[in-house]
């Protein structure tokens, strides 16, 4: 996959192969529905977070997870060489690529990316998860870097 | 007839003081949330500078949490929603 900032101020990401499209797909599949139970974990009881808050949240992440979902299935059914992600849509891919790296880590507890080497992993399930985390991050700080600029 | 004293009474003012405790939003670090959206988000929600917020950062990552703001309890609540909106580890604590 080739992956590259647009000159209006966007990222394309150009899928090359089979494996490209399906390591998109899984953004929103690595996302979890647990992610604002995590949160309200983190609250007191007497803030009502679970019955006030983790249904807004609850709605707002899965919001995110599908229309990236919404977008892939689009681009690879209508066989278009490119996914566009322009400044309006970089804050819901942002988020959709954070939800799944944060339900990866909760699940395999990866920790710092400076402390870990994927040599050390022999999981074949915890190492495949490790690489599309690490995937994720990049188009992330690609995001950051060329299109959520203020 | 002996006068009886009246009791001792915590002034008004000290008792506000006790429990007009302010509240306190901490940001807690975690592996995922990269150091630069951190900032950005600090910025976006308190309007701090690109300094102030990159010193907040810096905190979280370095020594697991920081208080980013102090308050009464219900806008404390208000920012750390913001901030589960965006996918940061915060919680809201009665200070000290």
Known sequence: MTIGPTIAGGLKLVPEADQDWLILLEIANDGDSDLSRRFASLMDEDSMWEEIVVPELEQEFTKQRLDVMMVVVKAKGGNEEAIHIDKEGAETWYGALNQARLALESKHKFGPRELNSPKEIKDPEARSAYFRNDFYSTIQSLLLRYVMVD | ?96
């Open chain 2, 1 to 96: 007839m002996k006068a009886v004293e009246a009791p001792a009474r915590k002034s008004e003012t000290q008792t506000r003081e006790k429990t007009d405790k302010p509240w306190q939003v901490v940001v807690l670090d975690d592996p995922v949330n990269l150091m630069e959206y951190v900032s950005r988000v600090l910025i976006k929600i308190f309007g701090f500078s690109k300094e102030k917020a990159e010193g907040l950062m810096r905190a979280v990552h370095q020594q697991g949490r920081a208080i980013v703001w102090s308050g009464g309890r219900e806008k404390g609540e208000m920012y750390v929603n913001q901030l589960h909106s965006a996918q940061l580890h915060a919680t809201l604590e009665k200070a000290e």
